[in-house]
């Protein structure tokens, strides 16, 4: 992938500082140690100014989403993961952070509703070296319904 595809960093980049031959440089950006991010947790950490959402889903999956609810704002690292998704903790919209759709109330809204569902933006992340790295081309993007 470089910087494309699994958001979860199952296909790395050689280094975190290589580069797309299609996309061009690639700009992973050092976040936090990576011991500091248990399964089951989230922590909120700053990438090239941006606030992001980090996860580590309790399977040991790694996530880096935007810490901004797409619903209505609210701050997603107050919220509780389980079963890889995001609660958020103000309507409790429930995230996958293996995808970014809107789980509920998409599974529960009729169709043309839940088309309306914005899902999460995620971002390509990566453990290297004892650190969780972001790659920071898509940080403060917001992904359409
Ligand atoms: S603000 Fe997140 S679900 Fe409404």
């Not at 975190?16 to 089951?40: D, F, K």
């Not at 650190?131 to 917001?142: D, K, Y």
């Amino acid at each position: 992938m470089a910087s494309h595809g699994s958001p979860c960093g199952t296909s790395r980049p050689k280094h975190p500082h290589s580069s797309n031959a299609q996309a061009g440089p690639v700009h992973w950006q050092r976040t936090i140690r990576a011991e500091t991010l248990r399964r089951g947790t989230l922590r909120k950490a700053r990438v090239s100014g941006t606030e992001v959402l980090l996860a580590r889903l309790e399977d040991g999956t790694l996530a880096a989403a935007s810490v901004v609810c797409p619903h209505e704002d609210a701050d997603l690292s107050q919220g509780m993961l389980y079963m890889g998704a995001v609660d958020c903790p103000r309507h409790h919209y429930l995230y996958d952070l293996r995808t970014g759709v809107n789980r509920y109330p998409r599974e529960v809204f009729p169709a043309d509703l839940a088309k309306d569902l914005a899902p999460l933006q995620l971002y390509p992340v990566m453990e290297r070296d004892g650190w969780i790295w972001v790659e920071s081309a898509r940080l403060g993007q917001r992904p359409t319904a």
